[in-house]
């Protein structure tokens, strides 16, 4: 059994770390005393990724390679263990993709390696105009018990996280359904009441979706489901730091209501990721405009059609923005989100060497990236590829 000791500082601490490595596995976490001039941390993990790089999970058709490109795309940016998310279609449209992620992720050890479930953004949200966001209004459906056996089906149990408005009537029924088979499920791109809200976490929801985002600019000052579920210690939060889902001052408000142990930061990266400015056609919004400064709207409009800012600048953007410290940040892309994807995230004994060496100057700078314990990622030393 060959180790390998990789060092750096430790985000939470700011003192040295000198990981022992083996066969894919943490075996030891001991101090480090040499001086360091990175920062060690898990691989991060990104719980709602619709494409990048060109690589769009929501085109009319994909292919394996989508998949491996994407998850080489990821692991670029330091994120090690993602979601594959797969909004608003109608029903054939998705079984096609639910099939292919399955299949690339069967064939494909880094593919299996990345992907540890589907998240399914939909089709069962609000239907309304505002809170469906750029979501196709002719594909909102119902809950359908019937047509999650058929997403399972075909893709050998891989739908893991399921976002929906528990408006419908058919909702808590279907929530509970889900838990049972240890589905998450999130509320998100709803209009629900308050009550509604309060028995979708009673059924088992547990988190919730980009909250403060997939709603319509003007609610009810006091009864409405942002206020709903950030009161409700039951649901952990996921929030798109990318500096325009969220003005600072709100970003910073839901933070400490929701408290950094229940949030969750996620990209809701577009395929737009790393594309110039200009005019687009996307399956996420039609057709679409990408401005310099990297929002992405509904072209003619201030609509929102996804985020172009990968995670890395994320933390970066909750650190500047929200006055978050750098070790909060990390632990909302590392340990928290870990706690949904079977318990990835943490520097500790047994855990997988999935690990992240980066700079941090205000902004975080990913130096190199391990996964399964193997370096694929090395910027200015000419070690490691993506294999």
Same mark, same amino acid.
């Given at each position: ?33 040499? @001086? *360091? ?11 709602? +990724? ?46 096609? !993709? ?51 056996? !058929? ?13 929906? #408005?528990?408006?419908?009537?058919? #909702? ?20 629900? #009441?308050?009550?509604? &809200? ?22 009810? %000052? ?6 709903? *579920? ?9 929030? &798109? ?14 933070? %400490?209501? @929701? ?7 996620? #990209? ?10 200009? +005019? ?49 940040? &990390? ?37 190199? +990236? ?18």
């Amino acid at each position: 059994m060959s180790e390998m000791i990789l060092n750096g500082l430790d985000p939470r601490t700011g003192r040295g770390l000198s990981v022992v490595v083996a066969d894919g596995r943490i075996l030891r976490v001991d101090e480090a005393t040499d @001086k *360091q001039d990175c920062y060690l941390a898990p691989g991060f993990i990104d719980l709602q +990724v619709n494409g990048c790089a060109g690589y769009d999970l929501n085109a009319g058709e994909i292919s394996e390679e989508t998949l491996t490109g994407l998850a080489d795309a990821m692991l670029r940016g330091g994120v090690t263990c993602f979601a594959p998310t797969l909004i608003t279609a109608s029903e054939e449209s998705l079984l096609n !993709r639910i099939r292919v992620v399955a299949e690339a992720r069967r064939i494909h050890s880094k593919v299996a390696a990345c992907v540890p479930f589907l998240h399914m953004e939909g089709p069962h949200i609000s239907p309304l105009d505002g809170y469906r966001g750029a979501h196709p209004a002719e594909f909102v459906r119902a809950p359908s018990i019937a047509e999650f056996h !058929r997403w399972q089906d075909v893709s050998g149990g891989l739908v893991g996280m399921v976002t929906l #408005s528990p408006h419908f009537d058919e #909702s808590s029924e279907y929530i509970e359904a889900l838990v049972k088979r240890g589905v998450h499920v999130a509320i998100g791109h709803t209009h629900a #009441s308050p009550e509604q &809200i309060r028995s979708a976490v009673d059924a088992g929801a547990s988190l919730s979706t980009h909250l403060g985002n997939g709603i319509a600019q003007q609610i009810a %000052r006091h009864s409405n489901p942002i206020w709903s *579920q950030l009161s409700d210690d039951r649901l952990t939060a996921t929030f &798109i730091a990318d500096g325009h889902h969220l003005p600072a001052d709100a970003l910073k408000a839901m933070l %400490r209501a @929701k408290g950094i142990g229940r949030s969750i930061l996620v #990209s809701d990266l577009v395929a737009l990721c790393g594309m110039p400015a200009g +005019v687009y056609d996307s399956p996420v919004g039609g057709r679409v405009e990408l401005r310099p400064d990297g929002r992405l709207c509904v072209f003619g409009s201030e609509l929102l059609a996804g985020s172009t800012t990968p995670l890395a600048q994320c933390v970066g953007q909750v650190v500047r923005g929200a006055g978050i410290p750098l070790a909060d940040a &990390i632990a909302m892309v590392t340990e928290n989100p870990g706690r949904y994807v079977g318990g990835r995230g943490r520097l500790s004994v047994g855990a997988r060497a999935d690990l992240v060496r980066f700079r941090w100057n205000n902004e975080l700078v990913v130096d190199e +990236v391990w996964a399964d314990g193997k370096c694929v990622i090395s910027r200015g030393t000419g070690r490691g590829s993506i294999q």
